[in-house]
C-alpha cells in the first residue's frame, strides 16, 4: 500500500486540490482521506490502491452505461 499526498493524488486525477476536496465531499463512492495526527496542520493522504480502484469502478460504470 502506497500513501499519496492530497496534492499528488490530485496531479494524479488531473485535478487541482480544491477540485480534489469538492470531489471528496461530493462522490460518496470516492475513498476517505487518510489524516495523520489530530491537529488541522496534520497531513492528509490517500491510498493509492483505492483511487486506482475508484478508477477502474468508473470505468466500469461508464462500459455498462454503454451497453
Do not use: C, Y
Request: aromatic share 6%; charged share 30%; proline share 4%.
Amino acid at each position: 500500500m502506497a500513501l499519496l499526498r492530497k496534492t499528488t493524488a490530485a496531479k494524479v486525477l488531473d485535478l487541482s486540490k480544491s477540485g480534489l476536496e469538492k470531489l471528496v465531499a461530493g462522490d460518496p463512492s470516492f475513498p476517505r482521506p487518510i489524516k495523520l495526527g489530530e491537529t488541522r496542520q496534520a497531513a492528509v493522504f490517500f491510498d493509492q490502491s483505492e483511487i486506482h480502484a475508484w478508477i477502474e469502478s468508473k470505468k466500469a460504470q461508464r462500459l455498462e452505461a454503454v451497453q
